[in-house]
């Protein structure tokens, strides 16, 4: 690989493919190699870069992890929304390449995720927890996939048991999250605030500079941030 990495941008006309765009064009280290688009030709494309960023829909990740995998090119994914059987395409991907799945790449989300657990575990079964999140109208998933990791961790903490989750979608908010426990006569609420991609953008960048070294297999945000 020469000094500059070639990046392939899947869903390259989206808004956040722009905002990858926009950030690689600051960072010297990096070069888009490739722009794939609904309909395109992935596996050719892939002979001219050494890493795949995808922020695209769902249905394209089959497809996405079957040529990564073929190609033996590491994967960002950073697209949200996966049923089931899309998770098990993502998992058989991460077999053959490194592989970053995260629901949200900003370093403020995954302090959010590690301060949730803390705070699960601090606050105890008296506290009723939920779970709200914020989007722009046009969104397609509900819960987002940051507030699915959200529960996940206070599943986790709270024995598995059921944790409300509340979304909004309106005008044009980038992304918000706030996990609140309230308990007897006070209450926690912990809120994370996007103010623009640019953020969700540098993280896939980090992680693409991460994950080209890292032997085959599934990691995450907190992984590439070491957390
Ligand atoms: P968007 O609708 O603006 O862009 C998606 C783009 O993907 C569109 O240009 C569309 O034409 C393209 N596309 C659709 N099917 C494709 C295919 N089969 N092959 C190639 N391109 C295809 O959406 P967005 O706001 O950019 O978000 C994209 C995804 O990223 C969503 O799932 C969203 O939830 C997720 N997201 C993740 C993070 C994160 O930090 N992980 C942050 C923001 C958004």
Redesign the pocket.
Known sequence: MSDVTRLLL??A?????KAVAAAVAKDPGLTIGGK???G?ALEPALDNCDVVID??????TEAVCRACAAKGRPLVL????HSAAQKASIAAGAEKIPLVY?????VGVNALFALTRRAAALSGNDFDVEVIEMHHRT?K?APS?TAKRLLEILQEARDGVEIPAHSVRAGDIVGEHTVLFAGPGERLELTHRAAS?ET?AL?ALRAARWVVSQPAGLYSMENVLGL
């Open positions: 899947v869903g006309a989206g808004r956040m493919g794939i688009e609904r395109g922020f695209s829909l769902p249905e394209a950073g697209t949200t929304g995260a629901a949200n790449f900003s969104k998933d996939g991609r969700f993280g």
